[in-house]
Every structure is written in structure tokens, then in C-alpha cells.
């Protein structure tokens, strides 16, 4: 009796405790998010992939494609032109940020005049981050944090008197660079990979569903288990724990118990 009531009642309290978890499948209390996520079916482009759960609307999700569009008058092309395919990682980055649900882990409250709450430290996977890098590295950018500094006096971004455009190689060196410091730490780069369950993908199939659910489901468990720790590799010993999404590490006590029940009421009838 005690395995059949644990096996019945698994799925349901799963269910339930993923329903009732505050970090996942929440939206940033931001300037152009959703109160909360859900279907969105006529998403724009690059911002489809999120149309099945998104914290975007249709609209905005056109928007961020746009080269100075009205979501925050952000020019993309303040050194020149920049190349398409540095563009779309840029896109992309802004379809992650306004469209995901599966950001709540990383996400801060935030002192600023459009947005009470910013995503940060959020792992990147290296794949994504490298790439972004290598199709950016011979663009022109003047500043390094795209997220002040900028001179607003026209009503636009423009780069700051007396400031240099240089190719995204020598203001960001590396990926991790331009990952972490173009949105002021917005991202972390992860040496974790894409499919490892560890790292967030700005770009994945939605046929194959959304990678990033999973994802979040470890980080809330971990932020939960060891708010402090921040690196995103667990040590060897810890494989098989790793393997569990938390709310299976939070109803193992409760399976242990079920199952000592179970065990006590055949030894009792033999």
C-alpha cells in the first residue's frame, strides 16, 4: 500500500510543486513583460521558438527585430551598419530576454526609472556565447556596457563624445567579455554546454521543446540547496543527484518514508 500511495501521489505533487514554485515559469516585472507566460501564437521570426509559453506579445516580439525600435529606442547601428549576422545574436539575446519564462532563478530586483526587476549572472551556454562572439568579432562598437553611458541628447544612442569606434575583438577579447559585460552581467559564461541541462540556450528548436525549462528546474533547486554556491559544475560525487530535477530531490524523503511504510505493512502480514 505504501509504494502504490507513493507512486500515485509522485506525479501529482510534482506537478504541484513545479505549479507553486515562485522561479519558474514566472515573467520579469519589466517594461514590456507579460504579467505571466502563455501561448503567444504569432511570434515574430527569431522570437518564435517561445510562442507555446512566451512573456512577450506578438507586437513586442516584432519590435525586437526592428534596428531603433520604439521597446527602448536602442540603436543597433551606432558605429556604422552592423553586419547581419552579428545582428541576429542580438536579436536573438533580446527575443531571450523579453520572451522566456525560464528566467526566474536569475532574475534581481532592479533600481531604475523602467523596469523594477533585471535578469543576472543567467549561464549562458559556451556555444551560444562563442558564436555570438565570433559572428560580432569584426563589428564596430564604442562602448563595452550597452547598458549606460550612452549620450541621449538626440533621443537615440549615440557614442559618447570622444569615444572611439573599435572592432567588437579588441573592446570584448574574448567571449566571456562580450557575454558578461555588454549587458553588465546580465549573462555569466558558462563552460557548461548546450544539452547539458546546465546552461541557457538563446537559440534551440522548438520541435524538440524548449531546453530551458529543465534548466531552471535545477538552478531553483540548487539557488534553494546552496544559495551561495555559483559555479555551475557540481563536483564528481554529485552525478546522480544532478540527474534528479529538484522537486524529485524534494520528494525523496517523502519516497523514503512511503517506502519504509510499505515495507513495514508485507513484513507485518507474512
Known amino acids: 500500500p505504501g509504494m502504490a500511495l507513493g507512486l500515485a501521489l509522485g506525479p501529482a505533487l510534482l506537478v504541484l510543486l513545479a505549479a507553486e514554485d515562485p522561479l519558474?515559469?514566472?515573467c520579469m516585472d519589466a517594461k514590456h513583460h507579460k504579467?505571466?507566460?502563455?501561448?503567444?501564437g504569432q511570434l515574430y521570426d527569431q522570437c518564435s521558438?517561445?510562442?507555446?509559453?512566451?512573456?512577450?506579445?506578438?507586437?513586442?516580439?516584432?519590435e525586437a527585430h526592428r534596428d531603433q525600435s520604439y521597446l527602448y529606442n536602442f540603436n543597433w547601428n551606432h558605429c556604422g551598419v552592423m553586419p547581419p549576422k552579428c545582428k541576429r545574436h542580438f536579436i536573438q539575446d533580446m527575443c531571450l530576454y523579453e520572451c522566456s519564462p525560464n528566467l526566474g532563478p536569475w532574475i534581481e530586483q532592479a533600481d531604475s526609472s523602467w523596469r523594477r526587476e533585471r535578469i543576472l549572472h543567467v549561464p549562458l551556454c559556451r556555444e551560444?556565447?562563442?558564436q555570438w562572439w565570433q559572428d560580432c568579432r569584426d563589428a564596430l562598437t564604442c562602448k563595452e556596457n550597452w547598458h549606460k553611458g550612452w549620450n541621449w541628447a538626440t533621443g537615440g544612442n549615440r557614442c559618447p563624445w570622444g569615444s572611439?569606434?573599435?572592432p567588437f575583438s579588441q573592446v570584448f577579447p574574448r567571449p566571456k567579455d562580450l557575454c558578461e559585460k555588454v549587458w553588465s552581467s546580465s549573462f555569466r559564461y558558462?563552460?557548461?554546454?548546450r544539452g547539458s541541462g546546465r546552461c541557457i540556450q538563446m537559440w534551440f528548436d522548438?520541435?524538440?521543446?524548449?531546453?530551458?525549462?529543465a534548466v531552471a528546474k535545477y538552478y531553483a533547486w540548487r539557488k534553494r540547496s546552496s544559495p551561495a554556491q555559483e559555479e555551475d559544475e557540481a563536483p564528481e560525487g554529485d552525478r546522480a543527484v544532478r540527474a534528479l530535477p529538484w522537486p524529485g530531490l524534494a520528494l525523496l524523503p517523502l519516497a523514503l518514508v512511503l517506502l519504509a511504510g510499505g515495507a513495514g505493512g508485507s513484513q507485518g502480514s507474512l
Not at 507555446?52 to 516580439?61: G, P, R, V
Open 24 to 26: 519558474l515559469n514566472v
Open 35 to 40: 504579467s505571466r507566460p502563455g501561448p503567444e
Open 49 to 62: 521558438p517561445w510562442k507555446d509559453n512566451a512573456c512577450c506579445t506578438a507586437n513586442t516580439s516584432s
Open 128 to 130: 551560444d556565447c562563442e
Open 164 to 166: 572611439m569606434c573599435r
Open 190 to 193: 558558462s563552460r557548461e554546454r
Open 206 to 213: 522548438p520541435a524538440q521543446g524548449n531546453p530551458n525549462v
